[in-house]
Structures are given as structure tokens and as C-alpha cells.
């Protein structure tokens, strides 16, 4: 009887065991597949014009979220100090990559307590926050730039697990210093900063072109992608991709100047006396806005369709294309 106690109590243990262990690996699976589809973008957070230096008074914030895509709850570790929880990349346009700033070296090679949290997103649940982007990378330079955040989800020493978001892109202008406040974006009426906003594609359109018959070119150019504009001429496109990055922001900023002084014939630039807008057709993040716009002359209404092609960058719809149908006279 003795040994029949101490036999079923084996294999109850051995039962137990191999439970546990079965457990374990579910688990384990389980934590793969949750972390596999847990996904983390970015995006620019209360766009505005951005100068190098100066990570207090001009910071470049970064609105980041991480989404669980999965079927299974995604655990993850979230530092108080975010230094330990994620990374940035950032390259020029030249693939030369930013540096990390001294401040973020000097935390992560310092011995210190990292504190933290353990958070949980069931699926389909988000976790959002926002960051200063040179708190972490220093932005020395104007230029155009091009960057993604790396997440690690069991802190920074633990760089085997990590998360890539998405790209994105970023124009740092050069430091206009004592008179940076005459060089900014301003609404002429109110005096207030401009600032694009998430509005839809064909309000773009329409509020650009408005601009423009009021001659009003800060805010003509604020939802335009110049630089594709810019580019749109092939000579342009050559000397463009020669240029060094300070050379590709002067040119930049002298065909909004010549634009203006009338000094280029183009055709976004014309003034309708009025215009229709025609048709609306957008994707997730691409479209067109088909514009009937009539020109006065002396003798004659010129009437022309112009086709927008825009997309959406951070959340802001930009024109970066457009062509121009001549559809006679009246």
C-alpha cells in the first residue's frame, strides 16, 4: 500500500511537472507572438519650423504610440526615464548619421537605478507619449533629415527585443537668430504663427489657392511640399541632387522668393479670378483634387483644370504635384 501511495504521489508530480513545463512554453509562445505584432509609430507632434540647437526653446516633439495588433496580451516595461526605453536614428540626406547627445551617453554609461513600469495593452489597445527628439540626437545642422525610433520593450539593455517604427522625414531650417520672429509663418490678420492643420485634401486646395489671390505666401506655401514642387523641373532635379544640405535649403528658399517676386512663370502660382472645385478622390494617405480655374485677360476668360496631387505626411495633407489642362478660352 505503502508503495502505491508513493508511486501515485510520483506520478503526480511528474504530472504536475510537465503541466508547469507545457505552461511555460505556451507562455513563452505566447510572448513571441504578442511582441511579434506589437507595432510602434511616430509622428511629428504640433508641427512647426524647427532650428538647430536650442532643445528647450525650439524642441522637435515626437508623438509616439505603441498598438497591439495581436490576439494576445503584449507586456512590455516603460522607463520614467524614456532614455532607457527607446532610440532614435537620424540620417541626412547624404546617409551620414546623427550623433546621440552627450546627455544620453553620459545616463546610459552611468551606473544608476533605472525605474519603470510594466504596463499591458490587450489587442487592439494603444499606449501613447510624447518626446523631445534632441533630447536624444544632436541637430546641429539645417538640413533635411530622415528618421525612425527603435523601442525596446524589456528596456535598453535588453536590445535583442525591439520594435522599428515607421519613417519619417524632417526640414530643420538654418537659425534666422535676432530676427527669427519676421522670418516665421504669420497670419498677417491676427498675427498668429501659422501652423498647417489636419484638414481635408480639398480645403487644402481651396485655402491655397484663396492665398494666392490674396497673395498671401506664407500661407500659400504652408501645405505645399516645396521641395518636390521645386523639383518637379528636371534641371532643378539634377542641381538639387548635386547640392550639399545647405545649398538644397538656399535653393529652396530662393524659388519661394523668385516665386513670389514673379520673377518664375509657373502655373501653381497663377491667379484664377475663381475657381470650382471639381472632384475629390483620396486613399489613406494619397489623392487628387481636380480644380476648374478661370483667368482673366483683357478680352478673354481663360479656363483651365488643374489636378493636385497630394499626400499625407504627419498627419497634414501636402501638395507635392500638380498638372494643368487647357480647356480654351470664353
Given at each position: ?8 504521489i510520483?506520478?503526480?508530480v511528474?504530472f ?5 513545463a ?9 510572448k513571441?507572438?504578442?511582441?511579434s505584432a ?14 538647430p ?5 525650439n ?7 505603441i498598438?497591439?495588433?495581436g ?5 512590455f516595461?516603460l522607463?520614467?526615464?524614456r532614455?532607457?526605453?527607446l ?9 551620414i548619421?546623427?550623433?546621440?547627445t552627450?546627455n ?23 499606449y ?6 534632441k ?14 525610433l527603435t523601442?525596446?520593450p ?13 519613417r ?12 527669427a ?5 504669420v497670419?498677417y490678420d ?5 501652423k498647417p ?9 481651396e485655402q ?5 489671390q490674396?497673395s498671401?505666401?506664407d ?10 514642387i521645386?523639383?518637379?523641373n ?18 529652396l528658399?530662393?524659388f519661394?522668393?523668385n516665386?513670389?517676386a ?5 502655373d501653381?502660382?497663377?491667379i484664377?479670378e475663381?475657381f470650382?472645385i471639381?472632384k475629390t478622390?483620396?486613399?489613406k494617405?494619397e489623392?487628387?483634387?481636380i480644380?476648374?480655374?478661370w483667368?482673366k ?6 479656363k ?5 496631387f497630394?499626400?499625407l505626411?504627419?498627419?497634414?495633407w501636402q ?12
Open positions: 500500500m505503502k508503495r502505491i501511495l508513493v508511486y501515485s510520483a506520478v503526480f511528474l504536475a511537472q510537465s503541466l508547469h507545457q505552461q511555460k512554453v505556451q507562455d513563452k509562445v505566447q513571441i507572438e504578442a511582441d506589437a507595432q510602434v509609430s511616430i509622428k511629428l507632434y504640433d508641427k512647426t519650423m524647427y532650428y540647437a536650442h532643445a528647450q526653446n524642441p522637435i516633439l515626437v508623438h509616439v504610440s498598438v497591439n495588433k490576439q494576445h496580451t503584449f507586456r516595461k522607463a520614467d526615464d532614455a532607457f526605453s532610440d532614435f536614428t537620424a540620417f541626412n540626406a547624404r546617409n548619421k546623427l550623433t546621440q552627450d544620453l551617453v553620459r545616463k546610459r554609461t552611468t551606473s544608476q537605478t533605472v525605474y519603470f513600469r510594466e504596463l499591458s495593452l490587450d489587442p487592439e489597445e494603444e501613447a507619449f510624447i518626446v523631445n527628439l533630447d536624444y540626437l544632436d541637430i546641429v545642422q539645417p538640413a533635411i533629415y530622415y528618421f525612425e523601442f525596446y524589456e528596456l535598453y539593455k535588453s536590445k535583442y527585443n525591439a520594435l522599428v517604427s515607421n519619417l522625414s524632417l526640414e530643420v531650417n538654418p537659425d534666422p537668430g535676432i530676427g520672429s519676421t522670418l516665421l509663418p497670419n491676427t498675427g498668429v504663427i501659422l492643420e489636419a484638414i481635408a485634401p480639398d480645403k487644402v486646395i491655397t489657392i484663396i492665398a494666392r490674396k498671401l505666401w500661407q500659400f506655401f504652408l501645405y505645399m511640399d516645396v521641395e518636390s521645386y523639383t518637379k528636371e534641371i532643378n532635379k539634377r542641381k538639387y541632387a548635386a547640392a550639399s544640405e545647405q545649398e538644397r535649403i538656399t535653393m528658399s530662393s519661394k522668393k516665386m513670389a514673379a520673377h518664375i512663370d509657373s501653381i502660382a497663377a484664377p475663381f470650382s471639381e478622390a483620396y486613399t494617405n489623392g487628387t483634387v480644380v476648374l480655374e483667368f485677360y483683357p478680352t478673354f476668360k481663360e483651365k483644370r488643374y489636378t493636385y497630394v499626400r505626411r504627419d498627419g497634414i501638395i507635392y504635384d500638380y498638372t494643368v489642362d487647357n480647356l480654351g478660352t470664353e
